[in-house]
Each structure stands twice: as structure tokens, then as C-alpha cells.
């Protein structure tokens, strides 16, 4: 006879060991009203604030909750990691202050701000170690070591004692607001945020839907629910990289598609609309994957109108350097950015005639590749052209096959189209 297999769901008991674990490392983050969506979405809005936790992400809760739970043993043997990101963070810091030896793995293309930012969390109490073009590759090092040297991984999200340590969140967010919440918007990558949060909530404030939101390009967690099983994808767009995950966890999996109200998914463009919104409107420096919970708004505002809604804001460790590539996708995905095969007739002129008589007023040409043939009668441009009005597409392509200077719209073709941006 089979096995049944037991779902592990944390408990409120856990959790609340778990807080009281991590209460001197952990800030007790706001609850922040936000005046601009709530005034938006005419609901009552709240944002809780994990991006100004020391390391800027909720991580450390959970990374220092597992590493506390270590035996004597376990903690002299040293411990593991493999992450580029926010965990990496929180696992540094928690090394440090608990004095204990930890490695870090991270593939070797990894920006050295971060390589930077993690060594002055952990300091003399950590070492990176930058192994492979991916994070698989940083992984399997990092489990190799493990393996080798008897040390201990931490896992980013598919762990009890780092569920618990995430799921602290939900019980600071019904601590700090009496009234009760309609609805609260959560990024879910690996799932242990979720996991955690949903736990509490079902127990203490049933009534409260807990809504997943995942990249569009990653959407792993939405199609394992479809699918009743933890299904792996086999390519994900890695652009909101705290979110952008091949497989949830074993362990977050079962407990999120018990728990959650919905899932949604939410285009990469969309993510950077509301990260220059936060930032120039809310002077609020948000990562991708912090953005996901805002972003979400949109797509819930029949349903949230008159509500109490809260969104985790996860994390903000932004890389300036991805500013252009931000303003790029949310302008694509606002249909103000356009990219085209121009066909130039080969004669004195062309540009010119293109410029005054084909590009509209507030036409931008932003993006221009030309090299000039001899030989034929067109050459061929990339050309790249901003508008101030979506709706001044149509009438652009239309005056472009009119003269035949169309060659072909590129937006839509992304293999050709990554090589642009």
C-alpha cells in the first residue's frame, strides 16, 4: 500500500516563534496608506513597506529564522546558499549577527553592486564564490559544497523555518490595522512568502482573499495550479529576477493552492509602468518584483472599489543600471515605443521626406541603423520611433505604405526584437 504523503502547513503557534525569533533584526515595517491609489482605485489602499527593511527586502526574516534554528553542530559545520538577489542579502546579514560561517554562490555575471552589497552585510562572516553563467549552475556548486562538507543550504523558499520567518509579515499587518481587509496582493516566485502570509490569514482572517501575482513571463506557481501538480517550466522570462523562478517549491506549492484566492499574472511592461509611477509620483524606489503587488491593481478595480486592500512591497533592491531597460518596456507597453523596417528609397532625400512628411509632429525617432547599399534600389533602417499619443500608430504605418517606406513592424517579433532593446 502507498504512502500517503503529509502536506506540511505551518502553524500560527510557529510563526508567532518564528516573530519572536527575528524581532531584533527584523524592523516591524509600516503599513503606510497610499492617498495617490487609494484615490485611483476609490478603495482604501495600504502599502506594506518590506523595502525598508535593513537589507531592503522582506528576506531576512526568513533567513535569519532558519539559520537561528540551527544545532550546535549544524552551525560550526557552516552554512550555504546560492543567490544573486535579496536572500543572498538577508542570509549575509543573518551570518554576521549569528557568527556563523556562511558561502554564498552566485553565477559570474552577477553586477558587482551586488557582489558588493552582499559582502557589506556579512562582512569576514561570508564568502562569495562566483561560479557559472546561471543560477543552476551556482546552485549545484552550492550544493556540492553541502555535500562535500556536510554544511547546511538555505533554501530561499522552499524551507518550514523560512516559510514561518516570511508568514511574521501577515502577523504584523493584522496587528497594525483594526479594520478588516478585503483583499491583500502578494509577488509569489518560489512561494514562500505566500505560503507563509496565506497560513495566517486563512486562520486569523479568513475572509481576507490572498491574491498571487507572478510575471507573465514566469508564471510557474499559476501553472502548477491549473496543472494540480508542481510542474516545471522549461523557459521563463528573467527580467523580474525576485520572481522569476522554473519551479515553486514542494514544500509552498500544496499550501498556496489551498490558500489563495487567485492567481494573477502581470505583463514585465505593466512592472516597469509602475516603477516609474512609485518613483516619480511616490518618490518610492521599488524593485520589479516589488512592483508586482501595485501592478496588480489595475487588473482588480471593479472588485477592490470601497475595499480595504493591502499590497506587500517586497523589496528594493533596484540596479540603476536597468533604468533605460525599465523606461524602454514600460514605454512598449504603453504603445508609445515602436520599432520598424524603414525601406529608403537609394536616392538624395529620403531621410528627409521620411522626417517631414511621413513622422508626425511629436513623432521621436529614438533608434536609427542604417548602412547604405549601392546596389539595390532600398536600403533597409531599424528605426525606432516614440509617440506621445498611442493612437498615432495607425495613421504613421498608413502614410509609410502610402509613400512605401514599410518594411515590417517589429514590436511583435521578439527573437529579433531582443537584440534592439
Do not use: W
Amino acid at each position: 500500500m502507498k504512502k500517503e504523503m503529509h502536506t506540511y502547513f505551518p502553524s500560527i503557534k510557529d510563526i508567532k516563534v518564528a516573530a519572536d525569533t527575528i524581532k531584533k533584526v527584523s524592523a516591524v515595517t509600516p503599513l503606510s496608506p497610499s492617498l495617490r491609489h487609494s484615490k485611483q482605485f476609490d478603495a482604501h489602499i495600504l502599502l506594506k513597506r518590506e523595502d525598508l527593511q535593513q537589507v531592503r527586502s522582506y528576506k531576512i526574516r526568513g533567513a535569519y529564522n532558519k539559520i537561528s534554528s540551527l544545532t550546535a553542530e549544524e552551525s560550526q559545520n557552516g552554512v550555504v546558499c546560492a543567490s544573486a538577489g535579496n536572500h543572498a542579502q538577508g542570509f549575509a546579514l543573518s551570518c554576521k549577527l549569528l557568527k556563523i560561517k556562511g558561502s554564498i554562490y552566485m553565477p559570474a555575471p552577477t553586477p558587482n553592486q551586488k557582489v558588493e552589497q552582499v559582502k557589506m552585510f556579512g562582512e569576514d562572516f561570508i564568502e562569495i564564490k562566483l561560479i557559472g553563467d546561471t543560477y543552476d549552475d551556482a546552485y549545484h556548486a552550492a550544493m556540492l559544497e553541502c555535500d562535500q562538507l556536510k554544511k547546511t543550504f538555505i533554501h530561499p523558499f522552499n524551507d518550514e523555518k523560512v516559510i514561518e520567518g516570511q508568514a511574521t509579515i501577515a502577523l504584523e499587518i493584522l496587528e497594525q490595522t483594526k479594520d478588516p481587509i478585503d483583499y491583500v496582493f502578494i509577488a509569489v516566485g518560489g512561494g514562500g512568502l505566500a505560503a507563509g502570509l496565506s497560513t495566517v490569514f486563512k486562520e486569523l482572517s479568513p475572509n481576507t482573499k490572498i491574491i498571487g501575482v507572478e510575471p507573465e513571463g514566469a508564471p510557474s506557481m499559476s501553472v502548477s495550479i491549473k496543472n494540480n501538480k508542481n510542474t516545471e517550466l522549461d523557459v521563463i522570462e528573467k527580467f523580474i529576477d525576485g520572481a522569476a523562478v522554473k519551479r515553486v517549491g514542494d514544500l509552498t506549492f500544496p499550501i498556496c493552492k489551498a490558500n489563495l484566492y487567485a492567481m494573477l499574472t502581470v505583463p514585465e511592461g505593466k512592472v516597469c509602468e509602475t516603477i516609474l509611477e512609485l518613483y516619480n509620483k511616490d518618490a518610492i524606489v521599488v524593485e520589479p518584483a516589488g512592483a508586482l503587488s501595485i501592478s496588480a491593481l489595475d487588473f482588480y478595480t471593479e472588485e477592490i472599489k470601497g475595499k480595504n486592500v493591502v499590497c506587500v512591497v517586497s523589496g528594493s533592491n533596484n540596479d540603476i543600471t536597468r533604468t533605460a531597460e525599465i523606461k524602454e518596456r514600460a514605454l512598449l507597453y504603453a504603445n508609445l515605443k515602436h520599432y520598424f523596417i524603414v525601406l529608403f528609397p537609394q536616392r538624395a532625400g529620403a531621410l528627409k521626406e521620411f522626417v517631414v512628411d511621413i513622422l508626425g509632429p511629436n513623432d521621436d525617432i529614438t533608434h536609427f541603423q542604417y548602412t547604405k547599399k549601392t546596389n539595390r534600389e532600398n536600403g533597409s533602417a531599424v528605426v525606432g520611433i516614440q509617440l506621445k499619443s498611442a493612437s498615432d500608430l495607425e495613421p504613421l504605418i498608413a502614410k509609410m505604405k502610402q509613400r512605401n517606406f514599410y518594411g515590417d513592424y517589429l514590436n511583435n517579433k521578439p527573437d529579433l526584437f531582443q537584440f534592439l532593446v
